[in-house]
């Protein structure tokens, strides 16, 4: 059974930094892709960020390019995204996601992933 466990989000302050944590069960992570997506209450679940598994290579949508940043460490089973010059519209629900067939493409400026589990999600507020 894969579980993907979503932590670290919070309260921060605009211009502020967070960092996200996925830790993956039932499967080796070592293998696999990873995604991040976020959702506001209304709205679709959006794709914001993708690491490859062997490799390392990175994805992001055109609203985080140059503020995210995700890795990842296999001998802990996790992934991470580091969030920097946070801004009010980064408020969401943040996921991360993987899959057996994960797929990742860009379209316009915005970044549309293909997966079969996630997590739960943490929250992330941007507020003064």
Excluded: H
């Amino acid at each position: 059974q894969v579980q993907l466990v979503e932590s670290g989000g919070g309260l921060v302050q605009p211009g502020g930094s967070l960092t996200l944590s996925c830790t993956a069960s039932g499967v080796n992570l070592d293998t696999y892709a990873i995604g991040w997506l976020r959702q506001v209450p209304g709205k679709e679940r959006e794709g914001i960020s993708y690491i490859s598994s062997v490799e390392g290579t990175t994805m992001y949508a055109d609203s985080v390019k140059g503020r995210f940043t995700t890795s990842r460490d296999n001998s802990k089973n996790t992934a991470y995204l580091r969030m920097d010059n946070l801004l009010p519209e980064d408020t969401a629900v943040y996921y991360c996601a993987t899959g057996d067939n994960f797929r990742a493409a860009a379209v316009g400026n915005s970044l549309k992933l293909e997966y079969e589990y996630w997590g739960q999600g943490t929250q992330v507020t941007v507020s003064s």
